[in-house]
């Protein structure tokens, strides 16, 4: 799992890095900063609640996709 922030939609309200601070954090201006790294499993309800509590809703979960059956592959 990986998320995205739109910083020209982020207004630095500061509820991702309250909610999740291990994954977002805050810059000199107030805005979040977020690590390019995968998001550790452990984490991802966390993220998604931080998602879901961001009043522009400028955080994307990006999600990888799901690996082909071996069925699919025929």
Known sequence: ???RID??????????????PEVFAEDDDGYPILSPLPIAEGLADRVRRAADNCPEA????????LPLSQEDEG
Do not use: F, N, Q
Request: charged share 15%; hydrophobic share 35%; proline share 8%.
């Open 58 to 65: 400028a955080i994307t979960i990006l999600t990888p996709p």
């Open 1 to 3: 799992m990986k998320a």
């Open 7 to 20: 910083l020209e939609r982020c207004c630095g309200h500061g509820r991702c890095y309250a909610l999740c």
